[in-house]
């Protein structure tokens, strides 16, 4: 079984669009929203968030999600930087990096993005799961709706 964010890119890419959109729970969730962008290189990239959560009515993403599957260090760090080009041009108001994995240590000593990211309102959750998702185990920090930063270590999801 793939990780969830390998289930999207394969509709996606069955449906032959650069976007999927559906509605659900009052929600606007839209996969592989598409963004144009002048990088540090000077050159014209296209770049790809992986989901945005909005109210119909509300100009404001409520939040954008960038997936990771089993991802180096350094993968990790470039993806934490990522996201807030994406912020930059859609002004979400949460932001969340999810990470799935099956590497033992994700969520027994996870690795967190640098302080000044999380300042900047990063929030990070690692899924380590078995490979049919029968078991799955969780750390994150997050900011909470009272401002407070959290976090959890090594929760059993499933």
């Not at 929203?33 to 990239?45: F, I, N, S």
């Not at 930087?81 to 108001?93: A, D, G, N, P, T």
């Not at 078995?130 to 499933?158: G, P």
Request: charged share 25%; aromatic share 14%.
């Amino acid at each position: 079984m793939l990780p969830p964010c390998y289930h999207i890119s394969d509709i996606i890419a069955s449906r032959g669009v650069k976007s999927a959109h559906m509605k659900i729970h009052g929600y606007e969730i839209t996969g592989q929203w598409h963004l144009e962008q002048v990088c540090d290189d000077g050159d014209y990239h296209h770049l790809y968030c992986n989901l945005t959560i909005k109210k119909p009515n509300s100009p404001h993403l409520k939040a954008l999600l960038e997936l990771l599957a089993t991802a180096s260090i350094s993968k990790l760090d470039g993806h934490f930087e990522q996201v807030f080009k994406y912020e930059e041009q859609l002004h979400s108001r949460e932001i969340w990096f999810v990470h799935f994995s099956r590497e033992d240590y994700v969520v027994t000593n996870p690795y967190w993005p640098f302080e000044k990211l999380q300042e900047k309102g990063l929030n990070v959750v690692h899924f380590w799961h078995d490979r049919n998702f029968k078991n799955v185990r969780m750390s994150a920090r997050f900011w909470d709706i009272t401002d407070q930063y959290c976090e959890i270590i090594d929760e059993i999801i499933l």
